[in-house]
């Protein structure tokens, strides 16, 4: 079993940066931030795996990353450079374990524990 916690969302002017947290109970090595803008599906946006290799959607990279702190057992998804279209719920995602081979890992059905949703909006 995992579970999920997400925070940091807000609202922002474009250009502004943003953290968000995700806190993890429950043993996994696999994760993953998504966003869903309304009237859209949910899109894979950042994704790390056990030994820190990660995985962006070409809409925000060089701008987001996405890091762990083990220790804290935090997930931590770094904004910057914010656009109006960033505007979204963003959820953390996870399978218990380590990411096999074959995931996709910025497909929504890779993953089965989802936190609440923190909503970020971005002001022009």
């Known amino acids: 079993q995992v579970q999920l916690v997400e925070s940091g969302g807000g609202s922002v002017q474009s250009g502004g940066s943003l953290r968000l947290s995700c806190v993890v109970s429950g043993y996994t090595r696999c994760m993953a931030w998504f966003r869903q803008a309304p009237g859209k599906e949910r899109e894979g946006v950042a994704a790390?795996?056990?030994?820190?290799?990660?995985k962006y959607a070409d809409s925000v990279k060089g701008r987001f990353t996405i890091s762990q702190d083990n220790a804290k057992n935090t997930v931590y998804l770094q904004m910057n450079s914010l656009k109006p279209e960033d505007t979204a719920m963003y959820y953390c995602?996870?399978?218990?374990?380590?990411?096999?081979?074959?995931?996709?890992?910025?497909?929504?059905?890779?993953?089965?524990?989802w936190g609440q949703g923190t909503h970020v909006t971005v002001s022009s």
């Open positions: 995602a996870a399978v218990p374990g380590y990411c096999r081979s074959y995931y996709n890992r910025l497909a929504s059905t890779t993953y089965n524990y």
């Open positions: 790390i795996d056990g030994v820190d290799n990660t």
